[in-house]
């Protein structure tokens, strides 16, 4: 059996994962709050920590939501009433971890646990998760696409937050915070920095041909999935930015 024939729900994921991680990344990277996905993915994990440690497993993907849109509207109110909103969001960041950690301590499988929030076994996704995730995405792209730009103000904050709250809260239990966080910035960060091709359109390429080709690497020479996801992207994303970037940009 061949491996797209062993794995194509995780090929077909992965290329979902980053088509939707780049329309919030490009986003993300302009208004300048990098951290905010790690931060509410990071809060969305309590929910799947508290789940498997004290639940049995029951209860995760609720409770992976609640968080995560808890995580959201703090994010999206902050926006418009805290000053310095990057250090708001790194602050966030700090107490989701911190309290990640706590709870985990809890468990005597701790530190199993943590790897698998940090970053999943993407390989072996099921035929019923790839459906479920696939169809969260394309109904949250389709909301990004033609109702997002027609709202504004608080309302257009929390819509935005809300979607990518709807998101993170999937994609942490099919991936990974630190995978999920890799998604969002390192494709849309190489689609700004290049100018010729449309800015999702090249992240979305570009970042699955790198996803694709970590998952190969990690089949064939054993590696863990996630984490080589996160090595080949982003190295992949430093070289074509250091290449791709004009030269004026440099010297700024």
Request: overall charge neutral.
């Given at each position: 059996?061949?491996i797209?024939?062993l794995?194509?729900?995780?090929?077909?994921?992965v290329?979902?994962?980053?088509?939707?991680?780049?329309?919030?990344?490009l986003?993300?990277?302009?208004?300048?709050?990098?951290f905010?996905?790690l931060?509410?993915?990071?809060?969305a994990?309590?929910g799947m920590a508290?789940?498997?440690?004290?639940?049995?497993?029951q209860?995760?993907?609720?409770m992976?939501?609640?968080?995560?849109?808890?995580?959201?509207?703090?994010?999206?109110?902050?926006?418009?009433?805290?000053?310095?909103?990057?250090?708001?969001i790194?602050?966030?960041?700090?107490?989701?971890i911190?309290f990640?950690?706590?709870?985990?301590?809890?468990?005597?499988?701790g530190?199993?646990?943590?790897k698998?929030?940090?970053?999943a076994?993407?390989l072996?996704?099921?035929?019923?998760?790839?459906?479920?995730?696939?169809?969260?995405?394309?109904?949250?792209?389709?909301v990004?696409?033609?109702?997002?730009?027609?709202?504004?103000?608080?309302?257009?904050e929390v819509l935005?937050?809300?979607?990518?709250a709807?998101?993170?809260?999937?994609?942490?239990?099919?991936?990974?915070?630190?995978v999920v966080?890799?998604?969002?910035?390192?494709?849309?960060y190489?689609?700004?920095?290049?100018?010729?091709?449309?800015?999702?359109?090249?992240?979305?390429l570009?970042?699955?041909?790198s996803?694709?080709?970590?998952?190969?690497?990690s089949?064939?020479y054993?590696?863990?999935?996630?984490?080589?996801?996160?090595?080949?992207?982003?190295?992949?994303?430093?070289?074509?930015?250091?290449?791709?970037?004009?030269?004026?940009?440099?010297?700024?």
């Amino acid at each position: 059996m061949s491996i797209i024939e062993l794995f194509w729900p995780a090929f077909i994921l992965v290329v979902f994962l980053v088509f939707i991680h780049s329309i919030f990344g490009l986003e993300i990277i302009k208004r300048g709050v990098i951290f905010t996905d790690l931060a509410i993915g990071q809060i969305a994990a309590i929910g799947m920590a508290i789940s498997i440690t004290y639940l049995h497993g029951q209860w995760q993907t609720p409770m992976v939501l609640g968080f995560a849109v808890l995580a959201a509207l703090l994010i999206s109110f902050a926006t418009k009433r805290v000053a310095h909103i990057e250090a708001f969001i790194g602050l966030l960041y700090a107490l989701g971890i911190s309290f990640l950690m706590l709870i985990l301590a809890q468990s005597s499988e701790g530190t199993e646990l943590f790897k698998q929030i940090s970053a999943a076994d993407i390989l072996f996704t099921s035929s019923e998760a790839l459906l479920q995730s696939v169809l969260l995405y394309i109904s949250v792209s389709l909301v990004m696409f033609f109702v997002y730009p027609r709202v504004k103000g608080l309302i257009k904050e929390v819509l935005f937050f809300s979607m990518l709250a709807l998101v993170v809260s999937s994609s942490v239990q099919n991936s990974g915070v630190l995978v999920v966080f890799s998604l969002l910035i390192a494709p849309a960060y190489l689609g700004l920095v290049q100018t010729k091709i449309r800015p999702l359109v090249f992240a979305w390429l570009m970042g699955s041909s790198s996803a694709l080709l970590a998952m190969v690497l990690s089949y064939f020479y054993d590696l863990p999935t996630g984490y080589t996801i996160i090595f080949v992207l982003v190295l992949i994303t430093l070289i074509g930015v250091w290449i791709l970037s004009p030269e004026k940009d440099v010297k700024s």
